[in-house]
C-alpha cells in the first residue's frame, strides 16, 4: 500500500460517525491535494507529510463539521457534536501535552525560586565578606568577597537562563495554540492548514 492509500485509508477510519456525504466530500478532496501534488512533481510521501498526521487531521475536522452544524442548527444533538469533537481534539492536550507542560512549568519554577534565591544570597554575604569575612570561612575577605560574587552571579545566571527558557516556552505554547485556534477560526473562513 503506498503513502496516498495509506493517508486516506486512516483519514476516512478517523472520520466514522460523520455523513457518509461529508466523508466522501472530505477524501475526494484529500484526494485532489495528491493529484496535485502528483502533477507538480512531489511524490505521495511529501503530500503526506505536508498534511500532517491523517489521525490529528481527522480529529480537526470532526471538531470542524460539529462546529458548523452547531452553527447551523443550534440544537441539542449539534451542541453534543461539537463537545465530542473538541474533547477528541483537546485528548491528546489533556492526557499528553498538559501533563508534561505542568511537569515543565513546575520544574521551571523550582530553578527560577532557586536561582533568585541563590542571587540574593550572595548579594547579602557580600557586605559580609569584605567587612567582617565570611564565618567559617578559611580565605581572606577578597576571596570571601569574590566568593559571594561568584555566588550571586551564578544564580543571577540561572534566574536569566530560566526566564530565557520560560520566553521559548510561551513562543511554543503560542504556535500550539495558534492551531486550535485555526480550527475555532474555520468558521469565520480561515484556512484550516497553512
Known amino acids: 500500500m503506498n503513502e496516498r492509500d495509506s493517508f486516506l ?4 477510519s478517523g472520520l466514522w460517525g460523520l ?42 475536522l470532526r471538531a470542524e463539521a460539529g462546529l458548523r452544524r452547531w452553527e447551523d442548527e443550534r440544537s441539542l444533538t449539534a451542541a453534543l457534536g461539537v463537545i465530542v469533537g473538541i474533547i477528541g481534539l483537546a485528548a ?7 501533563p508534561v507542560l ?30 567582617t569575612n565570611l564565618p567559617g570561612f578559611a580565605g581572606d575577605r577578597l576571596q570571601a568577597g569574590l566568593l559571594s560574587l561568584g555566588v550571586m552571579s551564578g544564580g543571577a545566571a540561572l534566574t536569566a537562563l530560566c526566564i530565557l527558557f520560560t520566553i521559548g516556552l510561551v513562543n511554543l ?8 485556534y ?10 484550516l492548514r497553512d
Do not use: C, K, Q
Open 9 to 12: 485509508r486512516r483519514l476516512r
Open 19 to 60: 455523513p457518509r456525504s461529508a466523508i466522501d466530500d472530505i477524501i475526494a478532496d484529500y484526494e485532489g491535494h495528491f493529484d496535485a501534488g502528483r502533477a507538480a512533481g512531489r511524490s505521495d510521501a511529501d503530500v503526506a507529510a505536508s498534511l500532517g498526521d491523517p489521525a490529528r487531521l481527522a480529529r480537526e
Open 92 to 98: 491528546l492536550d489533556l492526557f499528553v501535552v498538559l
Open 102 to 131: 505542568l511537569s515543565v512549568v513546575s520544574t521551571l519554577f523550582a530553578f527560577l525560586l532557586l536561582g533568585l534565591a541563590t542571587a540574593l544570597g550572595g548579594g547579602l554575604m557580600l557586605p559580609f565578606a569584605f567587612i
Open 173 to 180: 505554547l503560542v504556535r500550539y495554540g495558534r492551531a486550535h
Open 182 to 191: 485555526r480550527l475555532i477560526a474555520r468558521g469565520s473562513n480561515a484556512p
